[in-house]
């Protein structure tokens, strides 16, 4: 009998569509798109349907995670960008939901200039995943998976 596959959304926000052209030497030289064909290539043994969306702009991205209410997501991993460390509407957007969120960052914000080290998702989120570049978002995923699979 086959299986529904799980739905899990991936968010990417500000100046994420320009990895891998963007201070390299902090977030590598993988651009979105390979990070994104990579977790597709994941998704599906693990039984995932992966939705991507990247935007420039903070109410584009919420307005997304309104649609996502209505849907039967199991999970959300997001990249905020700059967001992560100014927007209470995406964290009050977040909070409509009731699925596990990743919050994910290729750098080790804690490492960098102090206006990072904030988040304004971090005690909203399941977890964080940070400081391992690219491949932070397999993590990311294994870890979702891994939540879904055990509830
Ligand atoms: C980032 C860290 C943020 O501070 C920064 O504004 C970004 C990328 C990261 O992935 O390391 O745009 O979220």
Do not use: W
């Not at 990247?54 to 649609?67: L, P, T, Y």
């Amino acid at each position: 009998m086959s299986q529904e596959l799980k739905k899990i959304k991936i968010i990417n926000g500000p100046n994420l569509n320009m990895l891998g052209k963007r201070e390299p030497e902090i977030y590598g030289s993988v651009t979105l798109d390979q990070i994104n064909s990579d977790l597709d290539k994941k998704a599906k043994p693990l039984g995932i349907d992966l939705g991507f969306f990247q935007s420039n702009h903070e109410g584009a991205i919420v307005d997304k995670i309104h649609e996502f209410f209505n849907e039967n997501i199991k999970g959300v991993i997001i990249n905020p960008g700059a967001l992560t460390h100014t927007s209470v509407a995406l964290r009050d957007a977040l909070l409509l939901l009731s699925c596990p969120i990743v919050e994910i960052h290729l750098s080790n914000i804690y490492k960098r200039e102090s206006f990072r080290h904030k988040s304004m998702l971090a005690d909203i989120a399941t977890g964080q995943v940070c400081g391992f570049g690219h491949y932070g978002y397999q993590m990311a995923l294994n870890a979702i998976a891994n939540r879904i699979n055990e509830s």
